[in-house]
């Protein structure tokens, strides 16, 4: 006789007897775990009772909407515009407290030499720019602390630092809230004038000194003028007159010496032919 056990697939289980009772030697009635009945999210929210408090998640959508509401509040124009001004701000009184002119009466501190004092100089050229201090001291200082070669390294590199930390400052914080106020005939052809040929109008800015460098990176920053061209420009740019204060700098004690007076006269020649184009691009402007 044949076992019915014998054909039952391997890991199948007998269900257990419904005749079971409580008295049955082989114990109570027992029930699989897998056998639970599974509760899912609606079944949840089915059986919760009608005055019970919903979740935290649900129940103050008005902060959900404040917080929205406050981001893009900070995140408008003219609060970008606002910090880019308290910034400049901080970092013109700062300027103002650590006085770094003091760098040419006392020189620099005597733990920074060979080239980390190289860089720590060109980063704090590129800062002080930002904070309107007058590229010119900062030329002459470099020259005399680091020599010419050196001097004038830092220093370029100091110009391009600086000059894009105004640019990036500019262009993220204030373009937006700005670009509206370009309603006048100047400011629509300035503007212009930098958005379309922007290496060529800064390329001419570096070379002739009479545009304030601080204003000439926040205008550039106004514009639509690429990141490249005004870097280039800038680099390239800066070089002559850069390198006449450098020199300059590097003769200071000695200002009756011929390359000290060479120096100076080359700044003034390109300071005057500065004010030469800029007379000739205002009549431009005019018939613009």
Known sequence: ?????????????????????????????????????????????????????RPALFAAPGLVALAT???????????????LVMLLAAAATAVLLFEPQRLLADGWPPHLNGAAAVVVYAVAYGVCTVAFVPRPLLNLAAGALFGSQLGLGAALAGTVIGAGAAFGLGRLLGQDALRPLL???????????????????????????????????????VSRM????FL??????????????????TRASTPTSPVFLIAMGFIAV??????????CKRHRLRGH
């Open 69 to 83: 509401r406050s981001v893009r509040v900070l995140l408008s124009p003219w609060s970008r515009l606002s910090l």
């Open 270 to 279: 390109t300071g005057l032919a500065g004010a030469v184009v800029a007379w």
């Open 226 to 229: 690429g990141w490249l061209p």
């Open 1 to 53: 006789m044949l076992d019915p056990a014998a054909d039952r697939p391997a890991g199948l289980a007998t269900a257990p007897s419904a005749g079971r009772d409580a008295g049955d030697p082989a114990g109570p009635h027992t029930t699989s775990a897998s056998s639970a009945p599974v509760t899912g999210p609606m079944e949840l929210a089915a059986t919760r009772p009608a005055g019970a408090a």
């Open 232 to 249: 280039l420009a800038t680099a390239i740019g800066s070089i002559p007159n850069t390198a006449a204060y450098v020199v300059a700098g």
């Open 183 to 221: 309603r006048g005939r100047w400011l629509k052809a300035a503007d212009g004038q930098l958005s379309r040929h922007g290496f060529r109008s800064m390329l001419a800015a570096r070379l002739f000194p009479g545009v304030p460098f601080w204003a000439a990176n926040y205008c550039a920053a």
